[in-house]
């Protein structure tokens, strides 16, 4: 407990839980526009699930810091260029984020909704089953970018598993709203599966070794999110004035 005495602990563990949050932008949007695809008495045990795996699944990797080091490690060459398991593992996580976001783009373009039985039309669904399977496998992904993010700040685990911790507890209470805003706006779903398809490259780049500052990519998303409300605005005075004449 001598650590908690230091200033340099509260500022590393600040640091590391703003860090951890803002790497978890991207995991809530992926996992918001999952969890709206399943029926809706379903959609909140995908939302607090698929968060609770991550949680469980980043602390139980923070506990085996010397295997995730050891994924650094170059397994296989091909022509003079190295991959380790990580850089695999950022690679497969990066080309699944793009074939993800790219089929939901055009399912959004295409239609939402298909014939039933009855010849009704009635919106698609996914099953919880495929929904957390899909959550899990880009947990997996993200966890290993937002722990090696962790090692880099501080070697401390107990600081790294309270950031963690915080952090997704963070993204637990805004998951819902996030979601519900997220599915609520289909301008804003293209939005967020074009942030996720950045996402995805910038993984496939990362595992390439060459290293792209997130920071140009939050940027670019927050600037078109903030022309998006505008847009937004817009419209919604453009149809009040409108009814009004």
Same mark, same amino acid.
């Given at each position: 407990?001598?650590?908690?005495?230091?200033?340099?602990?509260?500022?590393?563990?600040?640091?590391?839980?703003?860090?951890?949050?803002?790497? +978890?932008?991207?995991?809530?949007?992926?996992?918001?526009?999952?969890?709206?695809?399943?029926?809706?008495?379903?959609? /909140?045990?995908?939302?607090?699930?698929?968060?609770?795996?991550?949680? #469980?699944?980043? *602390?139980?990797?923070?506990?085996? $810091?010397?295997?995730?080091?050891?994924?650094?490690?170059?397994?296989?060459?091909?022509?003079?260029?190295?991959?380790?398991?990580?850089?695999?593992?950022?690679?497969?996580?990066?080309?699944?984020?793009?074939?993800?976001?790219?089929?939901? $783009?055009?399912?959004?373009?295409?239609?939402?909704?298909?014939?039933?039985?009855?010849?009704?039309? #009635?919106?698609?669904?996914?099953?919880?089953?495929?929904?957390?399977?899909? *959550?899990?496998?880009?947990?997996?992904?993200?966890?290993?970018?937002?722990?090696?993010?962790?090692? +880099?700040?501080?070697?401390? *685990?107990?600081?790294?598993?309270?950031?963690?911790?915080?952090?997704?507890?963070?993204?637990?209470?805004?998951? /819902?709203?996030? +979601?519900?805003?997220?599915?609520?706006?289909?301008?804003?779903?293209?939005?967020?599966?074009?942030?996720?398809?950045? $996402?995805?490259?910038?993984?496939?780049?990362?595992?390439?070794?060459?290293?792209?500052?997130? +920071?140009? *990519?939050?940027?670019?998303?927050?600037?078109?999110?903030?022309?998006?409300?505008?847009?937004?605005?817009?419209?919604?005075?453009?149809?009040?004035?409108?009814?009004?004449?």
């Amino acid at each position: 407990m001598e650590i908690f005495l230091q200033p340099d602990t509260w500022v590393a563990l600040l640091t590391l839980t703003f860090l951890e949050i803002v790497l +978890g932008i991207d995991n809530i949007i992926f996992i918001s526009l999952v969890a709206g695809k399943v029926p809706e008495e379903n959609q /909140k045990k995908a939302r607090l699930g698929g968060l609770t795996i991550a949680l #469980v699944m980043r *602390i139980l990797l923070l506990l085996s $810091i010397a295997w995730i080091i050891g994924l650094t490690k170059p397994v296989l060459t091909i022509a003079d260029f190295e991959l380790s398991w990580r850089d695999i593992i950022l690679i497969a996580g990066g080309i699944f984020l793009l074939v993800k976001s790219t089929l939901e $783009i055009h399912h959004k373009v295409e239609g939402q909704y298909e014939e039933s039985e009855t010849g009704e039309k #009635v919106k698609k669904t996914m099953s919880f089953s495929s929904a957390i399977l899909q *959550i899990v496998l880009l947990d997996l992904v993200f966890s290993f970018d937002s722990i090696l993010t962790a090692v +880099g700040l501080t070697d401390e *685990i107990i600081l790294m598993v309270i950031a963690v911790i915080v952090a997704i507890i963070v993204m637990m209470i805004f998951a /819902k709203p996030v +979601g519900e805003f997220v599915n609520d706006h289909p301008t804003i779903q293209i939005l967020a599966l074009s942030f996720l398809i950045l $996402i995805g490259v910038m993984l496939i780049v990362e595992g390439a070794h060459y290293h792209v500052p997130k +920071g140009y *990519i939050y940027f670019a998303v927050f600037f078109s999110l903030a022309i998006e409300m505008l847009n937004m605005r817009y419209r919604k005075k453009n149809n009040t004035q409108s009814k009004t004449s």
